[in-house]
């Protein structure tokens, strides 16, 4: 078993959708969550950061971590075809030295 | 402020021959760490280091070497190269004091 998974999708939404994407770990040492942004064929962007529990918002973003269940998910708001892209939850633990990645979630908002 | 760079960012090669790729981190960034990106295995962690020191190391084999430079530059090579070489290989850069990772565009390696 992995010790981060992720559902890989395809996630198809409508314009204009909430859209909600989700990670499960293993490792109980992990204190930073990181969510990035991949379009194809480039590297990864960075959208969320947070340390250790709690809610994070920035714009049309919200990551939400809860280390009692080892959960984590990012929510979009008001969804784009802009956002069409593989998203990747990413964590460390308290050195933040070494990332360990979901396998990526793949997101289709469609026009 | 410039993100991470870095060069080239396509590359072919042979089975067998040795590739180095380069890497500029964010300034004042000092701790460079590098991953493979495959279809097949995702991002994996192959190395960072932090003012010229290798700090942690992924399961790869010997072949998979890096350094860092007294400028925070970082070069990975890759000897004896295998057709499972071929990948995505990204750079990311931090300060160090958080761990937040920024990636550059990568190197994209193909091994013939």
């Known amino acids: 078993q992995k010790e981060v998974e992720q559902d890989p999708g395809p996630l198809s939404v409508p314009e204009g959708a909430i859209v909600s994407l989700n990670c499960t770990y293993s490792?109980?040492?992990?204190?930073?969550f990181m969510w990035y942004r991949q379009y194809s064929r480039k590297g990864p962007e960075l959208l969320m950061y947070t340390y250790s529990s709690g809610n994070k918002e920035d714009g049309r973003f919200t990551a939400q971590v809860d280390k009692s269940s080892k959960y984590i998910s990012l929510f979009i708001r008001d969804s784009q075809p802009s956002d069409s892209a593989t998203y990747l939850c990413?964590?460390?633990?308290?050195?933040?030295?070494?990332?360990?990645f979901g396998g990526g979630t793949r997101l289709m908002v469609k026009p | 402020k410039a993100g991470v760079t870095q060069t080239p960012r396509y590359l072919i090669k042979t089975r067998g021959q040795q590739v180095t790729l380069s890497c500029s981190p964010i300034?004042?960034?000092?701790?460079v760490s590098w991953y493979q990106q495959t279809p097949g295995q995702g991002l994996q962690f192959l190395f960072e280091y932090f003012s010229e020191t290798q700090r942690n190391k992924g399961n790869f084999p010997g072949r998979f070497s890096g350094r860092q430079f007294s400028n925070s530059r970082s070069e990975m090579n890759v000897s004896t190269l295998e057709l499972g070489d071929s990948a995505l290989y990204l750079c990311?850069?931090?300060?160090?004091?958080?761990?937040?990772?920024?990636f550059g565009p990568g190197t994209r390696l193909t091994v013939l």
């Open positions: 300034s004042g960034h000092r701790s």
């Open positions: 490792n109980s040492a992990f204190q930073y």
């Open positions: 990311a850069s931090r300060t160090g004091a958080t761990g937040e990772q920024f």
């Open positions: 990413a964590m460390s633990n308290n050195a933040g030295n070494m990332l360990t």
